[in-house]
């Protein structure tokens, strides 16, 4: 049973940087297509980047260029590094991952989520 972790998130000033984590357990984080999604107060969930199990990323144009994601298999962990953080930015933030390759944005897609971890940020 996969089970995933978030951790990292906090309050932060616009400008500011964070970084989240979601850490696997009970399967091979290498074998796993990920993902971060956000949904935010009174906003549906949307797509923030998707790295597949062979590295191919792909973001959402809101975040290109602030966010990075990336994924150190040896710790099982995905992480999503956040710079120039906006008020719209705010939210609660999901890890999500499948089995396999996969670079899509759609969540219906994705078989296993954590719990969130919530991102403020104030300007």
């Known amino acids: 049973q996969v089970q995933l972790v978030e951790s990292g998130g906090s309050s932060a000033q616009a400008g500011g940087s964070l970084r989240l984590s979601c850490v696997v357990s009970?399967?091979?984080?290498?074998?796993?297509?990920m993902a971060w999604f956000r949904q935010g107060p009174g906003k549906e969930r949307e797509h923030v980047a998707t790295?597949?199990?062979?590295?191919?990323?792909k973001y959402a144009d809101s975040v290109k260029g602030r966010f990075t994601i990336s994924k150190d298999d040896a710790k099982n962990t995905l992480y999503l590094q956040m710079n120039s953080l906006k008020p719209e930015d705010t939210a609660m933030y999901y890890c999500?991952?499948?089995?396999?390759?996969?670079?899509?944005?759609?969540?219906?897609?994705?078989?296993?989520w954590g719990q969130g971890t919530q991102v403020t940020v104030s300007s």
């Open positions: 999500a991952a499948l089995s396999g390759w996969a670079i899509t944005t759609n969540p219906d897609l994705f078989d296993y």
């Open positions: 009970g399967y091979d984080a290498s074998r796993l297509s």
């Open positions: 790295i597949a199990n062979v590295g191919t990323i």
